[in-house]
């Protein structure tokens, strides 16, 4: 290794990429993450609602179960405790009642 931690040699990287699960393990990342950028992309939009953020939470929660808990167990649990400690946030009856109103309701666009 080198004396600078900041300091990536080529070497480690290819290390990194030669390992068995590094690139499936970037496919569930990048599952994890889509939700949550397009959330973010949506609350910066002139035109969206909160019911529509609601459904990309609801959409986040959907990756996260499909993440596979035998391999990347750790990293399963801290996703679930973040959800679930952001979902009390959202825990209303006034949210739950704009996702059922939302167009994207009844089974069209979820899928778990």
Not at 14 to 25: Q, V
Not at 29 to 49: D, G, H, R
Not at 88 to 109: I, V
Request: glycine share 2%.
């Amino acid at each position: 290794m080198n004396d600078n931690p900041e300091l990536i040699t080529n070497r480690e990287v290819k290390r990194i990429l030669r390992r068995s699960f590094f690139f499936s393990d970037l496919k569930i990342l990048i599952k994890i993450l889509a939700p949550i950028y397009i959330t973010v992309m949506n609350l910066e939009s002139q035109s969206t609602t909160l019911a529509d953020c609601f459904m990309q939470f609801i959409y986040l929660a959907a990756a996260i179960k499909k993440v596979p808990r035998f391999r990347i167990s750790g990293f399963k649990n801290h996703c679930m405790q973040t959800f679930n400690k952001r979902w009390n946030d959202f825990n209303s009856d006034n949210y739950l009642l704009a996702y059922f109103l939302h167009p994207g309701y009844r089974g069209k666009f979820i899928y778990f």
